[in-house]
Nanobody
Framework: QVQLVESGGGLVQAGGSLRLSCAAT????????MGWFRQAPGKEREFVAR????????NYADSVKGRFTISRDNAKNTVYLQTNSLKPEDTAVYYC???????????WGQGTQVTVSS
């Protein structure tokens, strides 16, 4: 069973940065993409960013464009989310996900809390 293990969340002041990591327990070769989602209290889970595993194509939600950067390390089966210029509205549980085929997300991590204070 594939597991995605997230780390790097925490408490940060507005304007600060955090680097989230997500390590897969097996080789991601052949997967279509990995990505990040987030869920704030009382809200639905929303897409944040994704990166295709082979070509490295990235996509971002409009709310994080220019502030967040997703990247991957193929050798480590790990995807990262560098979050800069954080705002209180970025506060949420951030989830890592992996998709074997386009348009679907097959595996999910347990989530890591990001809290941005004003």
């Amino acid at each position: 069973q594939v597991q995605l293990v997230e780390s790097g969340g925490g408490l940060v002041q507005a304007g600060g940065s955090l680097r989230l990591s997500c390590a897969a327990t097996e080789r991601a070769w052949g997967w279509f993409a990995m990505g990040w989602f987030r869920q704030a209290p009382g809200k639905e889970r929303e897409f944040v960013a994704r990166i295709t595993w082979s070509g490295g194509t990235t996509n971002y939600a409009d709310s994080v464009k220019g502030r967040f950067t997703i990247s991957r390390d193929n050798a480590k089966n790990t995807v990262y989310l560098q979050t800069n210029s954080l705002k209180p509205e970025d506060t949420a549980v951030y989830y890592c996900a992996a998709g074997i085929h386009p348009g679907q997300w097959d595996y999910w991590g347990q989530g890591t809390q990001v809290t941005v204070s004003s």
